[in-house]
Every structure is written in C-alpha cells, then in structure tokens.
C-alpha cells in the first residue's frame, strides 16, 4: 500500500505535472475557489494559495469547485490503472511481467499493453527501461531521485520526460565533460541582421548559437571536439535556424544538444515555454521551476546557456521592466524583443 503523501511532496508532482498522482489527492487553489488534479495543465498556481485534499469530496466540502480543464473527479478507471502500474514499476526499479501489471487491475494484458501505451507514449517494458536509463543518468550528474529530476528539469509529465530524456542523452553527460571528445561538431558562420552569428551543431542538434564569436571561442568551449565547417545536413538545419532567428517565433522544433545541471535545464525549458513576444521576470523563473527563493541563481542559469535564442533567455527582464544583462549586448537583446513583438501584432 502506498505511504501517506506529504504536502511537499504533492507540491513536488504539482510542479512535475506528475500524471502519477492523479487520483491520489487534489489540488485546492483558495485563491480561485478550484481544485484540480496534480497534473492539471493549467498555470501553476502560487504555493500559499495551495490546500491539498485527499479527494473531490473534501475539497467540496471546503467550499471549492472542481476545475472544468482537468475535471479531478473524472479520473478513469484506464489512468488509475496505468497509475497504479506506474507506481509499481517505480516501487521495483525494473521491469515486471506484463502479465502481472495486467492482473493487478483486472485487464487482459494485450488490453492493459494498449491502455498504457496510449496514456505514457511507452510500453510497459519500455517505460522501464527509459525509468533506469534515467536513473543512470542521474546517478551521473550526481542529481537527487527521478521524482525530483522531473520536477527539477521542469517536465509537465513523466511521459514527455521520458521520450525527451532518451533523446537527450543521446550524447552522455561524460562526453561533454571531457570537452566533447570524440563529438564531431560542424558549425559556421553567417551575417544576420543582428550581426555576424555562429552556429554549431552535433548530430544530435544545435550545440551552440551566439554572435560576434569566431572558431577559436567555439574551439575554447568544445576543446576535444572535431570541428568541421558546413555540410549538407548541417546546411538545413543552419537554414531552419537562421529563419528563426531572422522572424523569431515557434523554434520548438530545432533540436538542441545542451547539458546543464538540473536546475539549469529546468531554467532552459522555462524559457522555452515564454510564448514569443512575451518577457518574464527573473523572479518570475525561478517561481516557474519551482525555486521562488533562487532569483540569482536563475539569472546565472540564464546566462550559462549556450544557446541564444532558440534557449530564448531575451525574454528575461528586470522586475522593473529594465532589460538586465545579455550575453551579447542589450542592442541584440532589444532587436530580438522587437522583432518578437512585432511578430504578434
Ligand atoms: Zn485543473
């Protein structure tokens, strides 16, 4: 039987969007008179507006009513059966037998297999392996338990955690340790009209993105990589990222090849998630990650990344609306926020 859940560690699966706890307790939001299910995908709410409720029917009884995004009282017998499964694969750090999963909610496997499948994008088997896969990883970098992974690196769910984390770490974090040995990286340059760029990119995805640098800083950054001038495929993708550069917008789908500490990755996939044309506060970062007290410590996770503007750190300002720092002067930072703007109107 699963432990009592503190209030910390609701609000860590809150953050997390942790599909995993849906079912076992609501969110209450006092401020809005709603209450939500963990994964609920509406904005976060601020934490001391938050009272957890073991159901729907005490957060009723509180005076609240259940959100008609996410409909708490709604969760079907499917997800409870994929959240129990979830539960018990993460209890065993391995994979169980289909057969088993299946039994403890009553379904056939082939059908739970499907019922599963649809709810996390992974098989059973898979999702398993993807969970110590992660593990791995994390033992690595020296991070604290998935849990706290998913909600450090700032994923709405373990599904998309898990299809990302596969393919992040598709180049180990050792290899960008020791300066990207045995990574080949091609890179250029070219004019835009923010000024000269340099571009660089593992097969993986764009390694590297600033302006004003030539070879001997990208040499500096990856010193045991082999770097290597254009090509054809880095050709395309050089092409998709000058366009977003020139008509800043939705660049979700160039990928990228950055490592950072948990903490700094969940700052960059913050910033992802500023809608183009929108800026944010540092304080308003380090709340979105789940760290309202690390205000300085997301202006520097900010400025550790590698990548401008696809990692859109433009969008940062000052609470008082000032523009603040930027790696590549404010002028470049002034354009990009103009250009964005200009875009949604
Ligand atoms: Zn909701």
């Known amino acids: 039987m699963s432990q009592p859940i503190t209030d910390d560690e609701a609000w860590d699966a809150v953050i997390a969007r942790d599909r995993a706890y849906d079912g076992r307790f609501v969110t209450g939001v006092v401020s809005t008179g709603i209450y939500c299910r963990p994964s609920c995908a509406a904005r976060h709410p601020r934490r001391e507006n938050v009272r957890f409720f073991a159901d729907g029917a005490a957060a009723t009884k509180a005076g609240l009513r259940p959100c008609l995004r996410c409909s708490p009282n709604d ?3 499917d997800e409870r059966a994929v959240l129990a499964a979830i539960e018990a694969i993460k209890a065993a750090g391995q994979s169980l037998a289909l057969a088993d999963l299946a039994a403890r909610c009553g379904y056939s496997p082939t059908h739970f297999q499907r019922v599963f499948t649809r709810s996390t994008g992974l098989s059973p088997a898979a999702y398993a392996r993807a969970l110590q896969k992660e593990r791995m990883a994390q033992a690595l970098s020296g991070a ?3 849990t706290d992974a998913i909600y450090d690196a700032g994923f709405s769910g373990p599904a998309r955690f898990y299809s990302a984390a596969e393919e992040r770490l598709g180049m180990a974090p050792s290899v960008w340790r020791n300066g990207g040995r045995g990574v080949t990286i091609r890179w250029a340059i070219v004019p835009t009209s923010l000024g000269s760029m340099l571009v660089a990119a593992t097969d993986k995805g764009v390694c590297r993105l600033s302006f004003n640098e030539d070879e001997q800083a990208l040499r500096t950054r990856f010193p045991n990589a082999s770097l290597v001038q254009g090509g054809a495929v880095f050709a395309q993708l050089l092409g998709d990222v000058v366009a977003a550069v020139e008509a800043p917008g939705d660049f979700g789908h160039i990928p990228l090849d950055v490592k950072g500490t948990a903490f700094q990755e969940a700052v ?16 308003q970062i380090a709340a979105e990650v789940g ?5 300085r410590a997301a202006g520097s996770a900010n400025g550790a990344n590698n990548v401008a503007v696809l990692i859109p750190c433009h969008r940062v300002i000052r609470s008082d609306g000032s523009l603040g720092g930027y790696a590549y002067g404010l002028e470049i930072k002034q354009r990009l926020l103009d250009k964005e703007r200009h875009g949604r109107d």
Do not use: F, M
């Open 75 to 77: 969760v079907s017998r």
């Open 144 to 146: 604290g338990s998935v």
């Open 268 to 283: 960059w996939q913050a910033l992802r998630r500023i809608p183009p044309g929108e800026t944010r506060s540092y304080a």
């Open 291 to 295: 760290k309202p007290g690390a205000v």
